[in-house]
């Protein structure tokens, strides 16, 4: 079962080292591709054409298909004009006047995007939305646009508007607060036919318009899983918290950190999933980066070392704890590198990179060192004492 745990952990720190690489991205989203607006940015053109026809594909050509432009969107030079026919260098099986999105990036039509066939109303909001833009509050405006299209019926603009929100920082999502279809959003986490993919994001926004009994239904949707590993459940759970502050983490410390077990819906009582406790540490990080002032700091401390006693979550606790500078818990550190239970490289080399970090958390300047920094060095000369080539093995890779 432990060994499960660390696999599980492994695929898990996988996907939150892809977070902190897009870490400009909302944060519980997947990194999004292009959106259709920034492949719009890039083409000097965009069209909507109709289906006339067009030649097979052979073993000397992969063929052709004709289209009669029906309305421009974007040409660049004033190139392309309505009822003009192009003819795209491939073949597509497309439907009798059927309406397809053409893109590209100038005439050379080889360049072109494949054509994506849409309806009247996918077309209107392709042509109709707004250009990217690097201004922090036309960011914000522009972000709006896309509110009333998440779960439109119509995948590609769903899809596309679930990517616009994926791609943008959360300082550009939280002020639209009061615009979020809260009604909608609280519908959609508690669906059960939602995108698993969206739910991170569903549930963070929900979080930022929800009220209390919003709330309520977050945490129904949190304290009963469905599966040994829920997508996107840590934005539920970051929502929740917004929502209640600290009532909300006792709640989660209860339910997911403290506790080995849950009650599913027939009321069985079952293991709960490793997953559900790591999707609270990952909460914690977001509350603690995103929303600082809303659950006190030395709290989410508290909270986070609970996770200190979970051996498959040790080693990222403790350099959480370290970049929170949560110096309180040497001796607990110390009495972990002798047990049993903890003797795994990884913790020990977060217990030594731990200890340097906090012995170096000083003024250079001042006269008086902190009793953390000293204490802090003392154990790390006798860890190096008893353990020199772990010690040496963890200082490779300290930063600076």
Not at 272 to 300: H, N
Request: include cysteine; aromatic fraction near 8%.
């Amino acid at each position: 079962m432990k060994n499960i745990c660390y696999s599980l952990l492994a695929a898990l720190s996988i996907s939150l080292a892809s977070a902190a690489a897009n870490a400009a991205f909302c944060p519980f989203c997947d990194a999004p591709s292009l959106t259709l607006a920034e492949q719009i940015d890039q083409s000097g053109h965009l069209v909507l054409g109709q289906w006339v026809g067009g030649e097979k594909a052979t073993d000397d050509s992969a063929g052709s298909a004709k289209f009669k432009i029906v309305e421009v969107a974007k040409t660049k030079g004033d190139v392309f004009k309505v009822d003009q026919e192009i003819e795209l260098p491939q073949y597509i099986a497309g439907k009798e006047d059927g309406l397809y999105l053409l893109m590209g990036p100038d005439t050379k039509l080889i360049d072109w995007h494949a054509p994506t066939e849409v309806t009247k109303e996918a077309w209107k909001y392709v042509a109709e939305m707004p250009p990217p833009v690097t201004d922090q509050k036309e960011q914000i405006e522009r972000l709006a646009y896309f509110l009333d299209f998440l779960e439109h019926p119509e995948l590609t603009v769903s899809n596309d508007a679930y990517g616009e929100f994926a791609a943008a920082p959360y300082e550009v999502i939280a002020p639209l607060a009061d615009r979020m279809p809260r009604e909608k959003l609280r519908k959609w986490v508690s669906d059960p036919e939602t995108p698993v993919t969206r739910m991170g994001l569903y549930g963070l926004l929900l979080g930022l318009c929800g009220k209390d009994e919003d709330a309520e239904a977050m945490k129904h949707k949190i304290l009963h899983p469905d599966s040994d590993f829920r997508l996107g459940i840590e934005g539920a759970m970051s929502g929740y918290l917004i929502i209640t502050g600290e009532d909300g983490l006792k709640v989660l410390e209860d339910s997911k950190m403290k506790a080995k077990t849950y009650t599913d819906k027939d009321g069985k009582e079952e293991k709960l999933p490793f997953s559900e406790t790591y999707a609270t540490m990952q909460t914690l990080r977001f509350m603690w980066t995103y929303e600082p002032d809303r659950i006190p700091k030395d709290r989410l401390k508290q909270s986070m070392r609970t996770l200190l006693e979970r051996p498959e979550l040790a080693d990222l606790v403790i350099a959480d704890l370290a970049r929170w500078k949560d110096w309180g818990v040497q001796e607990q550190l110390m009495a972990m590198y002798d047990d049993e239970e903890f003797d795994i490289p990884s913790i020990k080399r977060a217990i030594i990179r731990y200890m340097y970090y906090c012995s170096e958390d000083k003024d250079k300047e001042a006269e008086v060192v902190p009793e953390y920094a000293v204490a802090a060095a003392e154990h790390l000369k006798a860890l190096e004492a008893k353990d020199p080539k772990t010690v040496r093995n963890a200082k490779r890779f300290l930063i600076r």
